[in-house]
Each structure stands twice: as C-alpha cells, then as structure tokens.
C-alpha cells in the first residue's frame, strides 16, 4: 500500500515522522505546503518544509518543534545589534540552509532538487517533495489589511483579526512531476494534523483541477488538528472563530467534507462523532496528542489501523 502524507506546520510533521517510523520509504511520500515561504533578509525561507524535513531527520528543536536542537543564535544576535530585523528568529544552522537554498535557487535548480540533495545530507530516506516548485504565497486577510503569512503569523503574533486568505500565484503553479506521481500512485492520500486554511488548502489548491486527490479508487482520510475545541499549536482555533465557525473537530471535518472518507478525532471529542458520521465519513478515536515520538508512532499506527479497516 502507497500512502501519500500532505503536511505543513509541527503537527503535520509529528504525524509524517510517526508514518516514517512504521512506513518504508517505497510506501510513503510526503507533500509539504509551501505557501508560507517568504523572502527575508535577502534568503528563501521555508518554514514548514524546513521543519518536516528537520523532524525527520532528527534535528528540530524538541520544545518548538521548529528550528533546531542545540541550536546558537549569534548571526541573528549581531544582526540586532546593527539595526537588521530580528523578529524572524533564525539559528545559526538554520541560517546555512537558507544560504545554500538560495544559492542553488539563484543558479537554477528547483526547490524539489534542492530538497532532495538536504535530504540525502541529513540521512532522510523518505521522499519529502515541495508541493511546487513555482512560489505561492499565502495572504491572510485582516482587519489590519492583507498581509503576507509570516508577517501575520511571526510579526504580529496572530493578532490582528482574521477575514479570510488569497494564496498568490497559486493559478499559475503546478505540482512537480514527483508531487503528480504521488498522488496518482497512492493507495490513501493522509491529511496530517496541519491548520487546514494555511497549511493544506495551498496544497490542495495547487493539486486541482490538474490533479484531484480522489481518484482511481484512491482513499483520503484526514486527522484533526483541534482537540478539545482548541489547537494543540498555532492559530487554527483563532482563524475559525473569527471566520464565524465555532472551532472543533466537526469543524474540520466540514472544511474537508467533499474530499473526505474518514477522519480521525481525539478522544475528548467522541461526543462530536455522530455529528462528523452525518457528513457521510468514517470515524475513528484514538488520543491524537503527540508529546513524543512514541505518541507519533502509536497515532501513526492508528492511522494505518483505520485505513485497514476502511479497506476491508
């Protein structure tokens, strides 16, 4: 069975690097948003491809879940110190990615080359493919104005009220040759446990029309990244209350509905799994928390066991 893991954000990372665990490098593939990819300080930043490959490769900073473990910060400390902006905390190794990002990008090679030659460096045997090579950046609309993601997310702390999100250049990019292949190849397409505004709808929306995630047969299953009513990391509650939609698992469940044939929700949440049956999906319970890399194992496990049953 081939399985294709759509990711974007620490908890989409946790759950690629739970299927990793279990999964060989022939069963899965991940795609990864890259639409909060921005230009700062004159590099090519990634931030959630950067923090999938990182997690994989045993190097993201265990308490963020972003950046890197033992990580120093004196590039972005005497940057401070000359006037630069500093609010995009960047370590110094975290600093020789993006350089050497950029430098390759600037000679013409794509950012999927660029991401399978990091790969390979760091010891990730997984395909891990950018979901285009061509740039989208995501514009979150505000009651401050339209601003880029970072800008909203980093700068401004999730602050100002959220109206709703463009994705810039998204009609004219296309998924890469290995992102096509991806999909049509898998058996089951997994929605990881990522903001479904910001870090899935950019991949989606990139995929279609040229490319639908159902297909063939092919099975999509999603696991919640709101439990309890809230996200476990990142604004996912805070955007779907301020759009008018009370933040829960069901919501996500409605966000995804018409590509949806199961969905995994956390325990806390069962009293939401009629409602969720309703809209025409399987369910599954299991605790979708993941303190440790144990937990992404078992909640991988989970994933596979409920794709199981689905199948049969």
């Given at each position: 069975?081939?399985?294709?893991?759509?990711?974007?954000?620490?908890?989409?990372?946790?759950?690629?690097?739970?299927?990793?665990?279990?999964?060989?490098?022939?069963?899965?593939?991940?795609?990864?948003?890259?639409?909060?990819?921005?230009?700062?300080?004159?590099?090519?930043?990634?931030?959630?491809?950067?923090?999938?490959?990182?997690?994989?490769?045993?190097?993201?900073?265990?308490?963020?879940?972003?950046?890197?473990?033992?990580?120093?910060?004196?590039?972005?400390?005497?940057?401070?110190?000359?006037?630069?902006?500093?609010?995009?905390?960047?370590?110094?190794?975290?600093?020789?990615?993006?350089?050497?990002?950029?430098?390759?990008?600037?000679?013409?090679?794509?950012?999927?080359?660029?991401?399978?030659?990091?790969?390979?460096?760091?010891?990730?045997?997984?395909?891990?493919?950018?979901?285009?090579?061509?740039?989208?950046?995501?514009?979150?609309?505000?009651?401050?104005?339209?601003?880029?993601?970072?800008?909203?997310?980093?700068?401004?702390?999730?602050?100002?009220?959220?109206?709703?999100?463009?994705?810039?250049?998204?009609?004219?990019?296309?998924?890469?040759?290995?992102?096509?292949?991806?999909?049509?190849s898998a058996d089951v397409i997994v929605i990881c446990p990522s903001n479904p505004w910001v870090s899935i709808d950019p991949i989606i929306k990139t995929l279609t029309p040229a490319l639908s995630l159902?297909?063939?047969?092919?099975?999509?299953?999603?696991?919640?990244?709101?439990?309890?009513?809230?996200?476990?990391?990142?604004?996912?509650?805070?955007?779907?209350?301020?759009?008018?939609?009370?933040?829960?698992?069901?919501?996500?469940?409605?966000?995804?509905?018409?590509?949806?044939?199961?969905?995994?929700?956390?325990?806390?949440?069962?009293?939401?799994?009629?409602?969720?049956?309703?809209?025409?999906?399987?369910?599954?319970?299991?605790?979708?928390?993941?303190?440790?890399?144990?937990?992404?194992?078992?909640?991988?496990?989970?994933?596979?066991?409920?794709?199981?049953?689905?199948?049969?």
């Amino acid at each position: 069975m081939k399985i294709t893991a759509l990711a974007g954000g620490v908890g989409g990372a946790k759950l690629a690097h739970g299927l990793a665990q279990v999964l060989s490098p022939e069963e899965l593939t991940i795609i990864v948003n890259t639409g909060d990819d921005f230009e700062h300080l004159g590099l090519t930043i990634c931030p959630d491809l950067d923090t999938v490959c990182y997690t994989l490769a045993n190097l993201a900073n265990p308490e963020t879940g972003w950046g890197r473990k033992d990580e120093t910060w004196n590039v972005i400390a005497n940057i401070e110190k000359l006037g630069g902006p500093s609010w995009f905390r960047l370590g110094d190794s975290d600093f020789a990615t993006h350089i050497e990002r950029t430098r390759r990008l600037k000679e013409g090679q794509t950012l999927t080359q660029i991401t399978q030659d990091f790969c390979k460096a760091w010891g990730i045997k997984h395909s891990i493919l950018p979901m285009s090579d061509s740039p989208v950046r995501t514009m979150v609309n505000t009651d401050a104005g339209e601003l880029a993601f970072q800008e909203y997310f980093v700068h401004r702390r999730c602050e100002p009220r959220v109206k709703g999100f463009r994705f810039e250049g998204v009609e004219i990019a296309e998924p890469t040759v290995g992102v096509k292949e991806a999909v049509e190849s898998a058996d089951v397409i997994v929605i990881c446990p990522s903001n479904p505004w910001v870090s899935i709808d950019p991949i989606i929306k990139t995929l279609t029309p040229a490319l639908s995630l159902k297909g063939r047969g092919r099975m999509v299953v999603a696991v919640s990244p709101i439990i309890g009513g809230k996200a476990i990391k990142g604004p996912a509650a805070k955007m779907f209350s301020e759009l008018g939609i009370e933040p829960s698992a069901l919501a996500v469940a409605k966000h995804y509905r018409n590509i949806l044939d199961g969905f995994v929700l956390d325990d806390v949440d069962s009293n939401l799994e009629d409602e969720i049956k309703k809209i025409n999906m399987k369910t599954w319970k299991t605790n979708t928390l993941m303190n440790n890399v144990s937990d992404r194992t078992r909640l991988a496990n989970d994933v596979l066991h409920f794709i199981g049953s689905l199948l049969t």
